[in-house]
Nanobody
Framework: QVQLVESGGGLVQAGDSLRLSCAAS????????MAWFRQSPGKEREFVAA????????GYADSVKGRFTISRDNAKNTVYLEMNSLKPEDTAVYYC?????????????????WGQGTQVTVSS
């Protein structure tokens, strides 16, 4: 089974950019559909973006469309989330997730493996 470790979170100001990374180990990430979710205090975990095994298909939540970009480098066993024009409402713990399912699916229940999360805080 694949293990996932997120990095790249931090404290930024509104309008800034961040790039999150999700490094996979144990199995090659090229076998999996990958996604990013986020969760803020008192709220349910919500879908952010997903990418198919070879990167040919992507999907985004309406709230991040046009600002965030998901990508993957299967040779480096890593998935990325480029976040631009960050807003205070983007503040959350961001999680990387993997699934065998194709789609790519947007429901958290479709994903079998999760990382530990990385905190992103956007100040106004």
């Amino acid at each position: 089974q694949v293990q996932l470790v997120e990095s790249g979170g931090g404290l930024v100001q509104a309008g800034d950019s961040l790039r999150l990374s999700c490094a996979a180990s144990g199995r090659t990430v090229s076998s999996y559909t990958m996604a990013w979710f986020r969760q803020s205090p008192g709220k349910e975990r919500e879908f952010v973006a997903a990418i198919s095994e070879r990167g040919s298909s992507t999907g985004y939540a309406d709230s991040v469309k046009g600002r965030f970009t998901i990508s993957r480098d299967n040779a480096k066993n890593t998935v990325y989330l480029e976040m631009n024009s960050l807003k205070p409402e983007d503040t959350a713990v961001y999680y990387c997730a993997a699934t065998w399912r194709i789609g790519p699916p947007r429901g958290a229940r479709a994903y079998d493996t999760w990382g530990q999360g990385t905190q992103v805080t956007v100040s106004s």
